[in-house]
Every structure is written in structure tokens, then in C-alpha cells.
């Protein structure tokens, strides 16, 4: 059965740091993407990073800079460090692994910056 489990996620004030974390198990992490995806009230998901089998890394422009994606494949866990947190960071943060034309899904874990 696959789990991807979320962790990691709260209240903190603007200009503060959160780090994510995503724990899989059921699937092949070392060779999966690893992606988290963020949902805000009243939006569309969208894409914040993406980090390859390979460690190769991409963000969308509103986070970069910012926040860092990373993996630690013994661990079977992804990570996503979020600094210089902003109100509109606020959202469902939402993990995903592919591998092939297969994804999964976190339950997500919710992030809340106050101004």
C-alpha cells in the first residue's frame, strides 16, 4: 500500500522558516520524482518544486530563492525548506511522487503565515 505522509506544517509569523516533510513508503522512492504542490483557498493547485531521481531541481518563480527542495533516499523522505515565509505562502502543501505516467498524493499539511 502506498503512503505518502506529510509533516511538518503550522502557524508561523512572516520572515519565518517551516520545514516540510514528505515520508513515502509502497513505492520505489530512489527512482520516483518527487514533487509539492501548494492549494490555496479559493485557488487552483499549483506546482512549487520538483526534485528528480537525480537531485535536479526546479521551482516555480514565486518561491525561488526561497525555499529549497531536497531528498534523502534512505530515508525515503522529501523535504521542502521554506524561508522568508510571506502571507501568501499560506496554503495546503501537498506532496507527490511519479514514476512513469503513476502519481501519488499526500493527505497535504497545511501552512499559515501571519503578517
Known amino acids: 500500500q502506498v503512503q505518502l505522509v506529510e509533516s511538518g506544517g503550522g502557524l508561523v509569523q512572516a520572515g519565518g522558516s517551516l520545514r516540510l516533510s514528505c515520508a513515502a513508503s509502497?513505492?520505489?522512492?530512489?527512482?520516483?520524482?518527487m514533487f509539492w504542490y501548494r492549494q490555496a483557498p479559493g485557488k487552483q493547485r499549483e506546482l512549487v518544486a520538483v526534485i528528480t531521481r537525480g537531485g535536479t531541481t526546479n521551482y516555480a518563480d514565486s518561491v525561488k530563492g526561497r525555499f529549497t527542495i531536497s531528498r534523502d533516499n534512505a530515508k525515503n523522505t522529501v523535504y521542502l525548506r521554506m524561508n522568508s515565509l510571506k502571507p501568501e505562502d499560506t496554503a495546503v502543501y501537498y506532496c507527490?511522487?511519479?514514476?512513469?505516467?503513476?502519481?501519488?498524493w499526500g493527505q497535504g499539511t497545511q501552512v499559515t503565515v501571519s503578517s
Open positions: 509502497g513505492i520505489i522512492f530512489s527512482i520516483s520524482a
Open positions: 507527490k511522487s511519479l514514476r512513469g505516467a503513476t502519481d501519488y
